[in-house]
C-alpha cells in the first residue's frame, strides 16, 4: 500500500479479500485478478478505485468505479451533496425498452395523461407507438434510464440527420423520448432529463400556403357539385380534418349562421373528443358556406345526428379519396391543388386580414391560447402589402386644409390688393360672434395695449396675437391709432 492510500484510510488489503479492499472514507479500491496483493504482498497491477455515497431517502448506495484516487473523492463529495439536494437519484434497473412499453400501453388505456392531464388522443397514442419501435427502443433500448447521458441522446439525434430525416421528424421522435424521461423524474426515477439542451436541426419549411380570396373562390367553382361543401367549410370556416369528418347536420345551425364544433373523428376509433379543451367553440359561416351547404343537404337528404360529409350517414370519409377527387379537378382547370390543412390555414387568415378581434379569431380556430394564433396563423393574405402601402401612405399624407368661415388671418391694410388677390385668408368678426350682425367690416389687423405701457398707447401684432394687457374698452380695441 502506497503512502497516498494511507493518508486517504485505506486499510490494508487481507489475504480473504479477493479483489476488494474497504476504505474508511467511503472508497474502495480493486485489484485485478492477478495481482499480488491477494497473497498479501505489494500490488502489482494498476487499481481502480469505486466510491460509495449513501440516499437517505430510498436508502440504497451509489457506487461509481474511477481510474484515480482524487477523482473518487470528488465524486464522492459531490454525490453527497446532489444526493441531499434531491439532484441526484440512485441507479434504476429499468431500461428504455421497458419504459416505452409502459408508456405505449398507458397512452392506449388512458392510464398515463398528457401534459394538459388529459389522456392521449388515439391517433397521437399510435403515432408514440410507431417511433419507439421504429427509432428509439432499436437505438436506445438497452440503456438504463438512469445511465443515459444527453451524449448519447446528442449522437442519436445525429445519426437520424445523417439518415437524411427532416428536422420536423426528428423532434417528432424525440417527443415520446421526452415523455419517458418526464415520468421518470415525477417518479424520482432519475434526477435529470438527456433530452433537454439538445443541439437540434431548426424547423424551416412549415405549412405555410395562404390563397387570396379570389383564388379560393376559383378552387371552390372548379370542383365538382358533390365536393364544394366540404371545401367551402375547410377554406373558409377553418375546420380541422377529423372535425370535419365527425361533423353532423345537428352541429349545422342556419337560423344563428354558425358551425357548433363537438366532437373530432379518429380513423380506428371513430367519434372522440376535440383535440383540445378549447376546440368546442361556435365558427361563423360566410355566405357562401350557407349556399353551398344547403345545397348539399339538400342533394344528399340527410339531417340530424348524419355526418355531413361522410361516405353514409354513419361512416365518415378518407382523407385520401376526398383529396384525390378534389386535385383531379383542379388539375384539369390548370390550378394548383391545396390540402386540407392549408385550407385551414386559409381560413384563418381571411378572418385575421377582415380586421376581426383577435381573441374571437383564436376561439373561432379553437385554439386556447390567443399568442398562438398570433405566432401560428398570423400572416398576410397575398395583396395585404399594397393596402397596407395605401393605409400608411393616406395615414403619413398631410390633409388637404379646408376652407372655412371661420379659418381667418388679418389683411395687411397697407397692401392695396384684395384678400382673394393675395389669398391671405380672411376672418370675420361675425363669423365667430354670430349673434351679432352689426359689423360685417374686415379686420385687418389685431390691436391690444401692451402690458406695462402708459394708458393709450398701443401695439400692432398684426396676424399673431401676444399677450397683453386688456383695453379699458371695446371701441378703443377695435381701433388703430391712425384710423
Not at 503512502?3 to 479492499?21: F, K
Not at 430510498?58 to 441531499?84: C, E, H, I, N, Y
Not at 351547404?293 to 361512416?315: I, P, S, Y
Not at 384684395?418 to 360672434?433: A, F, H, M, Q, W
Amino acid at each position: 500500500m502506497g503512502e497516498r492510500e494511507r493518508r486517504v484510510g485505506v486499510q490494508p488489503s487481507a489475504p480473504a479479500l479477493a479483489s476488494v479492499a474497504a476504505m474508511a472514507t467511503g472508497i474502495r479500491v480493486r485489484h485485478s485478478r492477478n495481482c499480488t496483493s491477494r497473497e498479501g504482498r505489494r500490488c502489482s497491477c494498476k487499481p481502480t478505485y469505486q466510491a460509495q455515497a449513501y440516499d437517505t431517502r430510498t436508502g440504497r448506495q451509489v457506487w461509481r468505479t474511477f481510474p484515480t484516487l482524487s477523482a473518487a473523492k470528488l465524486w464522492r463529495q459531490d454525490a453527497q451533496v446532489a444526493l441531499r439536494r434531491g439532484t441526484m437519484r440512485p441507479p434504476t434497473a429499468k431500461t428504455i425498452a421497458e419504459a416505452a412499453e409502459v408508456l405505449i400501453a398507458g397512452a392506449h388505456d388512458g392510464t398515463i395523461l398528457d401534459r394538459a392531464g388529459k389522456p392521449y388522443k388515439p391517433s397521437t397514442a399510435r403515432g408514440y407507438e410507431q417511433l419507439l419501435h421504429a427509432y428509439v427502443v432499436p437505438a436506445l433500448g438497452g440503456w438504463r434510464l438512469s445511465e443515459l447521458q444527453r451524449r448519447e441522446v446528442q449522437d442519436f439525434v445525429d445519426g437520424l440527420r445523417s439518415q437524411g430525416l427532416s428536422p420536423s421528424t426528428i423532434a417528432n421522435i424525440l417527443d415520446p423520448l421526452r415523455v419517458i424521461f418526464r415520468r421518470a423524474i415525477r417518479r424520482d426515477e432519475v434526477a435529470l432529463d438527456p433530452t433537454e439542451n439538445l443541439d437540434l436541426p431548426a424547423i424551416r419549411g412549415r405549412r405555410d400556403r395562404i390563397e387570396p380570396p379570389e383564388v379560393a373562390h376559383e378552387l371552390l367553382t372548379a370542383l365538382p357539385d358533390s365536393e364544394r361543401a366540404f371545401w367551402a367549410v375547410a377554406l373558409f370556416c377553418g375546420l380541422r380534418r377529423g372535425e370535419l369528418r365527425g361533423l353532423q347536420w345537428t352541429n349545422v345551425d342556419f337560423d344563428a349562421g354558425v358551425i357548433r364544433v363537438e366532437r373530432s373523428w379518429d380513423p380506428v376509433k371513430g367519434p372522440v373528443d376535440v383535440k383540445t379543451g378549447a376546440g368546442r367553440r361556435a365558427v361563423p359561416m360566410a355566405f357562401v358556406v350557407r349556399r353551398e351547404l344547403m345545397t348539399h343537404k339538400a342533394r344528399t337528404k340527410r339531417d340530424g345526428q348524419d355526418l355531413v360529409f361522410g361516405r353514409t350517414a354513419t361512416e365518415a370519409f378518407f382523407a385520401s379519396t376526398i383529396r384525390a377527387r378534389a386535385n383531379k379537378a383542379w388539375t384539369q382547370a390548370g390550378l394548383e391543388p391545396i390540402t386540407p390543412h392549408e385550407a385551414r390555414h386559409c381560413a384563418i387568415s381571411y378572418f385575421i386580414a377582415a380586421g376581426l378581434d383577435w381573441k374571437q379569431i383564436s376561439t373561432w380556430a379553437g385554439h386556447g391560447d390567443v399568442r398562438q394564433t398570433w405566432n401560428r396563423y398570423g400572416h398576410l393574405v397575398p395583396g395585404g402589402e399594397e393596402q397596407a402601402r395605401e393605409r400608411l401612405d393616406a395615414y403619413l399624407t398631410p390633409p388637404t386644409p379646408i376652407t372655412t368661415v371661420a379659418q381667418t388671418v388679418a389683411h395687411d391694410p397697407r397692401n392695396a390688393e384684395t384678400p382673394e388677390n393675395t389669398g391671405v385668408l380672411k376672418y370675420r368678426y361675425r363669423d365667430s360672434n354670430p349673434i351679432d350682425h352689426r359689423c360685417d367690416q374686415w379686420i385687418s389687423s389685431v390691436y391690444r395695449r401692451s402690458r406695462g405701457s402708459r394708458r393709450g398707447s398701443f401695439a400692432k401684432i398684426g396676424p399673431r396675437l401676444v399677450r397683453g394687457a386688456k383695453a379699458s374698452s371695446t371701441s378703443s380695441d377695435s381701433r388703430s391709432p391712425g384710423m
